[in-house]
């Protein structure tokens, strides 16, 4: 699924066809007001290029209305959201629409877009009669309700495109939580998984009971963050640490001196949240594509920072062979993020480092 990345009113010819639209309003509406004004008696009687005067200064004024409307929509839209402040972006935008819609009839008055009664109507002197002054005032009233008209199409607009992204958005967050899901689901029946690390298990009962009992507890741990944990959208820092230390366990006592961990979190970013099994994954890429031989073992770090960062590197020691990828880890974990908030994973391999840079959120 793809996000629309041309609306309604995206197109110059699609917005000239809703301002030509408005102008046809504009005198329709007006003309239903009041059919039987001066102005509409005598109006054919003007000669066509006055007329075709004030149909193109009406055409600019709406095409004026319109575009303000459009470019004060998309920049509130970064400052004040409807999403977030409703009650204030309406204020705001109805106010400064109202101000630009009063400057553009201003101007339209000075380019004689409203009628000039002493002109029109043959009057030689300068008082203006109150049934002129009903027409203008009626032209202003229909102008004002076609500018918000067309207002409320371009607001319109944005809300129903907001809504179609979000539920994509929506549809893309689901998809990409059932891959984390199904990678949890593989990482529970996979035979080679359970395989070794009964294995290992059996070994270190023969061995020392003891340490049986703390792998079978680390791998208790595991199955129930799997279960009850896996398909949220965030966990807090301080539950993934703790599953992450489980499965380090089950690792350092299945791959011994191959790999070294280094877990070095502050403990002001406990309740900072993060995606669940997003250092799970990040330590298994590591794993996947990288030697872990006891002479020169995989060395894994996993880090916070100061600027509120999980950061995880580690040593390159390709494997000989590439390893086919499952299309979940990285992939999933930059997409999960990229529904679920703006600032993204960061990926950087260079002097022998490969370093993964998560964000935390509040």
């Known amino acids: 699924m793809q996000k629309s990345g041309e609306t309604f009113l995206s197109t110059r010819q699609q917005r000239i066809i809703i301002v030509t639209v408005a102008l046809v309003l504009l005198y329709l509406v007006s003309y239903m007001m009041n059919p039987y004004a001066e102005y509409w008696k005598t109006y054919f009687q003007r000669s066509v290029p006055d007329i075709f005067l004030e149909w193109l200064s009406s055409f600019v004024f709406c095409f004026c209305v319109s575009e303000f409307s459009l470019f004060l929509g998309h920049k509130l839209n970064k400052r004040i959201k409807w999403t977030e402040k409703p009650i204030k972006r309406f204020f705001v935008e109805s106010s400064l629409n109202f101000v630009a819609v009063l400057f553009f009839l201003v101007m339209a008055s000075i380019v004689h877009i409203f009628p000039d009664s ?17 027409d203008i005032m009626q032209w202003i009233l229909v102008s004002f309700l076609i500018a918000f008209a067309i207002i409320a199409l371009n607001t319109g607009n944005y809300l129903l495109e907001s809504w179609k992204n979000a539920a994509i958005d929506a549809a893309e967050l689901r998809q990409s939580a059932t891959e984390a899901e199904l990678h949890a689901l593989r990482l529970q029946i996979d035979p080679h998984f359970v395989f070794n690390n009964l294995s290992v298990l059996s070994e270190l009962i023969l061995k020392d009971q003891n340490t049986g009992h703390l792998y079978a507890e680390n791998f208790a741990k595991i199955y129930r963050y799997l279960l009850v944990h896996a ?42 949240k993060l995606p669940p099994l997003t250092l799970q994954m990040l330590v298994e890429n590591a794993l996947k594509h990288n030697k872990t031989i006891k002479s020169n073992p995989l060395k894994i770090s996993v880090r916070s920072s100061a600027n509120q960062e999980i950061i ?16 979940i880890g990285l992939k999933n974990i930059i997409s999960r993020y990229r529904l679920l908030q703006d600032r993204l994973p960061t990926v950087d391999a260079q002097d022998g480092i490969f370093k993964v840079v998560v964000p935390l959120v509040n």
């Open 118 to 134: 002493s002109d029109e109507m043959g009057i030689t002197n300068t008082q203006i009669t109150i049934e002129e002054k009903v």
């Open 231 to 272: 398909s949220r959208d965030f966990i807090s820092l301080d539950e993934e640490i703790k599953f992450l230390r489980s499965y380090i366990y089950l690792l350092e006592q299945r791959i011994g001196e191959g790999v070294i961990f280094y877990v070095n979190i502050y403990p002001s970013h406990g309740a900072l």
């Open 312 to 327: 995880v590197e580690n040593n390159l020691n390709p494997v000989g062979t590439q390893v086919p990828s499952s299309g």
